[in-house]
């Protein structure tokens, strides 16, 4: 299973065939000569198999040029490394939080104190690819897979009545922080890599070596738990962020899929509870790419970036601020790229020299 999250092939009944999670799409590699079939990857013995996103050498061959296009094998390794850093800086940060609880223990809690949870999850591309184009809302599983994924994620579960799924740009931040001052408010952050194919007809997503381009869509969740009059209620404010290296190219391929998270959100919630039709996506400024290949490199950086800033607000202009600011210390447009390109290719090597040692023993 995915560090994340089981995969919803794991699933019962789910439609993503195992053989093929980690090839559905890939901008085109081949342009480079970096191309592989699935039959030809499926004949060789694969480079490193970490938490199951698996490099083959060709792979590796592909970070090690400086201008082959990132497949979507690359891009599920890093997303699922940046994965297991989260998880363990977030357990630190609990081990660290219960030590203080208990230097403290005795000490008069009092009703004021607030419990505020910062969650990450970074997505499989060959999970949303399968949301977008295998995942059909007339078929009659369709209201299950949702709510496969809605728990896989660990979404948020509202109590059965009183909540709300609010456009987060509408909800206000004054309203928010106003009833956070005795309650539970819990923050999580979904990171999802955007190819252009999402956009694309489910006829030319299925033909061999599509896909030009990779983004970041930064999904944003915030849900307050807090005491009402008619018991224990939930506002949950869904933001949805869009990081173009290649400005407005993948803009409606990230709306078709926010379009489809959202409705995994709301799996878990009733038609009666105020939940929004209209999924808005912001377009935010980024470094832009001054060539035609580096796109997943940035989409990668930037969410190696937003992951690591924990202590700001989820807001449109701190997002672009910080990035730029990001941009510049890690190299510009010099050096961003590729130290990045060689920092995950390092990675995959040392982990892999690791995973030899481990054998041998």
Not at 107 to 128: T, W
Not at 213 to 242: C, K, P, Q, R
């Amino acid at each position: 299973a995915y560090s994340w999250a089981p995969p919803p092939h794991t699933q019962s009944g789910s439609k993503i065939p195992p053989d093929n999670r980690h090839r559905f799409t890939s901008p085109v590699a081949s342009r480079h000569h970096y191309h592989y079939s699935v039959a030809m990857e499926s004949t060789k013995e694969h480079f490193l198999n970490y938490r199951d996103a698996v490099i083959y050498p060709s792979d590796l061959a592909i970070l090690d040029s400086p201008t082959a296009w990132l497949n979507d094998a690359c891009i599920n390794f890093q997303m699922t490394r940046l994965q297991q850093t989260q998880d363990e800086r977030r357990n630190a940060a609990k081990e660290d939080e219960s030590e203080q609880k208990r230097q403290k223990k005795g000490a008069d809690d009092g009703d004021g104190e607030r419990s505020d949870l910062l969650e990450d999850l970074f997505i499989d591309p060959s999970v949303i690819s399968f949301l977008v184009h295998q995942l059909n809302e007339d078929d009659e599983d369709y209201d299950v897979e949702l709510s496969n994924l809605n728990a896989s994620w660990k979404l948020p579960q509202p109590p059965t009545s009183g909540h709300q799924c609010i456009n987060m740009k509408k909800l206000g931040k004054e309203e928010l922080h106003a009833k956070k001052s005795s309650q539970t408010y819990q923050r999580k952050r979904v990171f999802i890599s955007i190819s252009d194919q999402f956009a694309a007809s489910r006829s030319t997503f299925t033909l061999p070596g599509g896909g030009n381009h990779w983004s970041l869509l930064l999904w944003e969740i915030d849900t307050l738990y807090y005491e009402a009059e008619d018991g224990f209620n939930a506002l949950v404010g869904v933001g949805f962020h869009h990081f173009d290296s290649s400005r407005g190219f993948n803009e409606a391929a990230a709306i078709v899929v926010a379009k489809k998270l959202h409705r995994v959100l709301c799996a878990s919630m009733s038609k009666n509870d105020g939940v929004a039709d209209v999924v808005e996506v912001l377009e935010c400024e980024t470094p832009q790419q001054r060539n035609g290949y580096d796109c997943g490199i940035f989409a990668l950086g930037f969410a190696d970036a937003l992951s690591a800033a924990n202590e700001y607000p989820f807001i449109k202009e701190h997002h672009e601020a910080f990035l730029q600011s990001h941009f510049e210390e890690n190299g510009g447009q010099g050096d961003f790229a590729p130290s990045l390109r060689k920092r995950i290719g390092d990675d995959i090597r040392e982990l892999a020299g690791k995973a030899q040692q481990k054998r041998k023993r």
